[in-house]
Nanobody, 127 residues
Framework: QVQLVESGGGSVQAGGSLRLSCAAS????????MGWFRQAPGKEREFVAA????????RYADSVKGRFTISRDSAKNTLYLRMNSLKPEDTAVYYC????????????????????WGQGTQVTVSS
């Protein structure tokens, strides 16, 4: 398993942008499918986006399609989430997650599809 550390959260006004990063330990980052999830106060954690181990396939929640972009840099062992046109309803703690898949095109879409998690980073969007 890899260890994951998120960063890049903060406070921004509606319509603004943020880029989250998730640094992964280990030398086999490129063998892991990765995902972003979020949890708003009083709500369950929900899927945001996922990317396959090689970066070929991506998947997004309908609520963020066209606004968020997931990407990865295997040379830096880092996962990213670029968030544009932020809305107050995007306010949440954002978590990155991983699952060993080897090579391939697998992208998860639920918490059960991933088995390692970061500690989260807070994103607050004000109106």
């Amino acid at each position: 398993q890899v260890q994951l550390v998120e960063s890049g959260g903060g406070s921004v006004q509606a319509g603004g942008s943020l880029r989250l990063s998730c640094a992964a330990s280990g030398r086999t980052f490129s063998s892991y499918a990765m995902g972003w999830f979020r949890q708003a106060p009083g709500k369950e954690r929900e899927f945001v986006a996922a990317i396959s181990s090689g970066g070929i396939n991506t998947r997004y929640a309908d609520s963020v399609k066209g606004r968020f972009t997931i990407s990865r840099d295997s040379a830096k062992n880092t996962l990213y989430l670029r968030m544009n046109s932020l809305k107050p309803e995007d306010t949440a703690v954002y978590y990155c997650a991983s699952r060993f898949t080897g090579s391939g095109f697998y992208t998860g879409r639920s918490e059960a599809d991933f088995d390692s998690w970061g500690q989260g980073t807070q994103v607050t969007v004000s109106s």
